[in-house]
T-cell receptor, first 111, second 118 residues
Framework: LAKTTQPISMDSYEGQEVNITCSHNNIATNDYITWYQQFPSQGPRFIIQ???TKVTNEVASLFIPADRKSSTLSLPRVSLSDTAVYYC????????????FGTGTRLKVLA | GAVVSQHPSWVICKSGTSVKIECRSLDFQATTMFWYRQFPKQSLMLMAT?????????EQGVEKDKFLINHASLTLSTLTVTSAHPEDSSFYIC??????????????FGPGTRLTVL
């Protein structure tokens, strides 16, 4: 089970780009990196998933260096509604894989 | 996208009673579902893996006789908290992986169930 390390919390201001980095030094060859967002009293919501280099969708970008020992979630121009906890998870994309959640990063967006 | 639902969204019960929480995959079949518990300001803690047609697999420290899991069909898993006590009050979340036909399955989470035991 790959262990992930993220900053506990981050503050940002509306309109800024936010980058959250996750360390996963013992990532395995068949592991993917997945990021989830969780609001209070809600289940985690899938944001983005990738294996290497860069992945972009309508809400975020994911940057993964060649050694894959870390990854960075980039949120462009955040708004107050992006205040949430962000979790980085690492593992194979098998339906039976048990994800182990780390602490996550508590992002607070200020006006 | 894939949708996982939970019912009820919140429940209040008296100490000593049992409470059943349902987890459904609405638009896909899930042979495996997962149950998590989350206390305030803490991360999700995996409780057990629910397997369709077979016994659930529990994580270390989770009492299988207290948290009964039944995965009766490919779209439904239930978690029953038996003889609930105030310390069982928590936010319970289920998840399921949607098969994509490729290697890239994605795990989707339900909205969670808030259990309060008085």
């Amino acid at each position: 089970l790959a262990k992930t390390t993220q900053p506990i919390s981050m503050d940002s201001y509306e309109g800024q780009e936010v980058n959250i980095t996750c360390s996963h030094n013992n990532i395995a060859t068949n592991d993917y990196i997945t990021w989830y967002q969780q609001f209070p009293s809600q289940g985690p919501r899938f944001i983005i998933q990738g294996y290497k280099t860069k992945v972009t969708n309508e809400v975020a970008s994911l940057f993964i260096p060649a050694d894959r020992k870390s990854s960075t979630l980039s949120l462009p121009r955040v708004s107050l509604s992006d205040t949430a906890v962000y979790y980085c998870l690492v593992g194979p994309t098998s339906g039976t894989y048990k994800y182990i959640f780390g602490t996550g990063t508590r992002l607070k967006v200020l006006a | 996208g894939a949708v996982v639902s939970q019912h009820p969204s919140w429940v209040i019960c008296k100490s000593g009673t049992s409470v059943k929480i349902e987890c459904r995959s609405l638009d896909f079949q899930a042979t495996t579902m997962f149950w998590y518990r989350q206390f305030p300001k803490q991360s999700l803690m995996l409780m057990a893996t629910s397997n369709e047609g077979s016994k659930a697999t529990y994580e270390q420290g989770v009492e299988k006789d207290k948290f009964l899991i039944n995965h009766a069909s490919l779209t439904l898993s239930t978690l029953t908290v038996t003889s609930a006590h105030p310390e069982d009050s928590s936010f319970y979340i289920c998840s399921a992986s949607r098969p994509s036909g490729r290697a890239l399955d994605t795990q989707y989470f339900g909205p969670g169930t808030r259990l309060t035991v008085l």
